[in-house]
């Protein structure tokens, strides 16, 4: 196991308490490695998505059950479960008018490719809870992104778009870039890329006005896609003023804003752009925006609105690459109206957020307490622990201060002790399910392992 040195743990003790970590676990857990085992004989890495294998325990958790913020694996151990679905059930697991809406999905049917009698409403609810007129639907946000950009190209004519360093925008090949030694690359981990994705794609730093306005002035960028904050490279808020910069270099050039608010919806009720005043041309938000079901959305102005139906009149007839068969299904509309009157609420925000606060505080106060060179940065009801005393203003940054040896025996200790995270970083999420209780009992876990550490 590679150990990257800090100043608070040894690599010694971090390996000796990695390999107590271990033991517990596979005491811990004969039935999920059993499980993994058999999976392994018809699943590649034992797992339907290789992202499962990606935990730092010796197996994957293989799930029982989730409901609420707790979650119950087959060796009937339960979790205080701070990752959800790392995202994907911010607003809880099984949330009972999701639960209700899918016991009736047998009279209403699964998918038609017609609209559902559902549609006005739900484009009045996503219209007033993110300020924008008009929406569309994909099935996942990495494909609402990728129809987004292709619109962007479609109505500007120009052909590149810019990202930022440290980005995340789910599987859309045009975004899968880093910035290395000044120069947009391709990321070194892509399986099986074989075009240049530097020829229609630009990387800068985040929180780098200069360098986004030197890239706009080419007059090249049909839009920029981004975050409002990254969130997959360790977490990095925007600097103040630097969003608002941001549109207006766009407006300047005549370049096209698209905020990607799949994680960020974490902030408050109609994501980051409404509670920041913040006026982008397209605005995508998935994973969470049905309660887990498939599902994304993307709305956008009604001058891009005008935009968009003047390119796919001027386009010839035929498949436009944009859509597929199941976006915008009986059962997704039905979870997004569900989700949107009944889960996502203004009342489940103020819970969730009141309950990050405390654990925001909790964790200030533990690593101030052993004296640690941490940081804590929130979004919402989105926090992360970061080992540096400052926090990062760019993926570069927070790419530094990452020790992935320390992260992988934190996880696993914290798993072993009843709390599960997110296996990427130390990203923690409460949900409006989640108690004072279990932040109560997340704290004192953490505090356990970090004495076993020496920290």
């Known amino acids: ?36 085992r058999l999976a392994g004989q018809h699943f590649l890495f034992g797992v339907p998505l290789h992202w499962m294998q990606d935990w730092p325990s010796p197996s ?55 609209p559902s009698v559902s549609t ?17 639907l994909a099935t ?42 000044g120069k947009t690359t391709a990321r070194a981990s892509l399986l099986g890329q074989v075009y240049d994705l530097t020829q229609h794609s630009v990387s800068v730093p985040f929180n780098d006005i200069a360098a986004v306005k030197a890239a706009l002035a080419t007059g090249e960028i049909a839009c920029v896609l981004t975050e409002p904050a990254l969130t997959n490279c360790g977490m990095v808020l925007p600097q103040p003023g630097f969003l608002e910069a941001l549109s207006a270099a766009c407006k300047e050039h005549g370049t096209l804003l698209a905020l990607d608010e799949t994680h960020t919806l974490s902030t408050a009720w109609g994501g980051y752009a409404k509670a920041y005043g913040l006026s982008p041309d397209f605005l995508i938000v998935g994973k969470a925006i049905a309660g887990g079901v498939p599902c994304a959305v993307y709305g956008f102005t009604s001058a891009a609105a005008q935009r968009m139906r003047d390119a796919k009149q001027a386009a010839a007839p035929g498949h436009s690459g944009i859509g597929t068969t199941l976006a915008g299904s009986q059962l997704a509309m039905q979870a997004l109206a569900a989700s949107l009157e009944q889960i996502i609420t203004p009342v489940a925000y103020e819970q969730a957020i009141g309950v990050a606060n405390g654990l925001a505080q909790g964790l200030e106060e533990l690593i101030h307490g052993h004296g640690l060179p941490w940081s804590v940065t929130r979004l919402g ?75």
């Open 1 to 36: 196991m590679k150990s990257t040195p800090v100043k608070t743990c040894s690599p010694g003790r971090i390996e000796e308490v990695w390999r107590r970590e271990v033991a517990r676990f596979n005491e811990l857990h004969p039935e999920s490695l059993r499980q993994h």
């Open 60 to 114: 994957p958790l293989f799930l029982r059950e989730a409901q609420g913020s707790r979650i119950t694996c087959v060796d009937g151990l339960e979790y205080d479960d701070f990752c959800l679905g790392d995202t994907g059930a911010m607003f809880g697991h099984t949330p009972a008018p999701l639960a209700n809406m899918l016991a009736g999905t047998s009279k209403t049917g699964l998918t038609a490719m017609l």
């Open 120 to 136: 006005a409403s739900v484009g009045e609810r996503l219209a007033c809870m993110f300020g924008l007129p008009f929406w569309q």
């Open 140 to 181: 996942t946000a990495s494909d609402a992104n990728r129809f987004v950009i292709r619109w962007a190209r479609a109505m500007t004519r120009r052909s590149k778009i810019l990202v930022f360093d440290g980005c995340y925008h789910g599987t859309v090949d045009d975004t899968l870039v880093d910035l290395v030694d």
């Open 381 to 455: 009801a989105r926090l992360e622990l970061q080992f540096c005393a400052t926090a990062p203003t760019t993926a570069a940054q927070a790419a530094a201060a990452e020790n992935d040896a320390l992260t992988a025996v934190l996880h696993l200790g914290l798993l072993n002790r009843g709390t599960l995270l997110t296996p990427f970083h130390n990203m923690m999420l409460a949900g409006p399910a989640t108690g004072h209780g279990q932040v109560a009992r997340l704290l004192a876990n953490l505090a356990e392992m970090l004495t076993e550490l020496g920290a």
